[in-house]
């Protein structure tokens, strides 16, 4: 089978770490994958052909571009053949969409919230309403979380294209290391002794990582003897760093750029805070240091709940005294009992979340929908295979 993926960048974010991660596991396979960004260059371009995965960019540097990258793309697709066209994030499904023949199914990757779509800048929600018809003529709607396939189907998404495949962890990769934590406080000058709550994210508003230290501030004077790290693009002059000026807590507050070797810095959290206001879907970043025996806690957005699986340690969204509840009964906790709880979580991870289940599903997707007694216009319905 011969499926190509239609991406809006390869820059670094969830959806395509998650896009790699996948082929990855893909490649071993007899199928064939090609990728196609909109935008050129990215970090992940690089990771993919280094996999032997052919990569195309359509050279789309601003929005004014897009109807050139179209009919670039349109070509591509009319001279490689594909079996399936999966499109990824908002501007991937409605490239692919707007493109693909007619007679080859269309997969919709759906990998962002819509808690509120108000909070979406104007010409987000012009693509959505672009995308719901779109959807009801596509083969699936691929979502990474069941929260974000009901957000979007209130909008308009055709209900019986849903296809719902949480995001997969390699739990390979991602696991318990005892080590860690003493390289993450040799890295960051923390004193060995303090609670270390740790946030993988990118400077977003979305993000909302001063709350976290506000939470953390509110915790500083209450007795809790704890320090922040955030790792990720934007941070080391982000919110977070202001907000650690402003509050006098510079000391207790570190700030990263985005690593390539996060494998070995998430194990090395005490607790990991998942603060988002809105937009998360399903936290791959809360995925992984779950894998990785941190016990975790995250405020109610998208499948935080259904992936995390414990109410006590969920947080209303822009809630730091809340937070620094939480995060205080845990920093107040014994090391053992922290462990104790954090392997917990990389079990829960490991039994539902796997990347094997997240290749698997695919597979079973890309077959379903091209059998040929389902490609009619209209589109199979694949709803059966939701919740996998």
Request: one cysteine or more; a positive charge; glycine letters at 8%.
């Amino acid at each position: 089978m011969h499926i190509i993926h239609v991406t809006t960048t390869l820059d670094i974010g969830g959806a395509q770490i998650m896009l790699r991660r996948f082929l990855e596991v893909a490649c071993t396979s007899c199928d064939t994958h090609e990728v196609i960004s909109l935008t050129p260059g990215g970090r992940t371009r690089f990771e993919l052909e280094r996999l032997g995965i052919e990569v195309f960019d359509l050279g789309m540097k601003s929005p004014a571009r897009l109807p050139f990258a179209l009919r670039k793309l349109s070509r591509i697709l009319r001279d490689r053949k594909p079996d399936v066209v999966h499109g990824w994030m908002y501007h991937g499904c409605l490239a692919a969409g707007l493109t693909a023949p007619r007679d080859v199914p269309l997969v919709m990757g759906i990998h962002h919230s819509l808690q509120n779509p108000r909070n979406e800048r104007l010409p987000t929600r012009v693509m959505l309403r672009m995308l719901a018809p779109i959807s009801r003529r596509s083969a699936a709607v691929a979502y990474c979380g069941h929260s974000i396939s009901e957000q979007h189907e209130a909008i308009g998404f055709a209900r019986d294209r849903r296809v719902v495949i949480p995001n997969g962890i390699d739990c390979d990769v991602f696991h318990p290391n005892a080590e860690a934590r003493g390289r993450l406080v040799d890295l960051a000058g923390i004193p060995p002794e303090r609670v270390i709550i740790g946030n993988v994210t990118r400077n977003h508003p979305m993000k909302d990582v001063g709350m976290l230290v506000r939470a953390l501030n509110r915790m500083v004077a209450d007795g809790v003897d704890a320090h922040l790290v955030l790792v990720g693009e934007g941070q080391p002059e982000g919110p977070a760093r202001l907000a650690a000026q402003v509050l006098g807590l510079d000391d207790r507050v570190t700030t990263l750029p985005a690593r390539s070797d996060m494998e070995e810095i998430v194990p090395g959290f005490d607790i990991f805070a998942l603060c988002s206001a809105w937009g998360e879907a399903f936290s791959l970043a809360m995925g992984e240091a779950m894998a990785a025996g941190v016990p975790s806690v995250t405020t109610d957005v998208g499948d935080g709940r259904w992936l995390l699986g414990d109410p006590d340690r969920i947080v209303p969204p822009r809630h730091d005294d809340k937070m620094a509840q939480v995060l205080s009964a845990l920093a107040r906790l014994s090391p053992a009992e922290r462990h104790r709880l954090g392997m917990r979580d990389r079990d829960r991870v490991v039994s539902n979340f796997s990347l094997r289940s997240y290749a698997a599903a695919h597979r079973d997707m890309y077959r379903q929908i091209t059998e040929p007694r389902r490609v009619p216009d209209t589109g199979p319905a694949v709803h059966s295979l939701a919740g996998r």
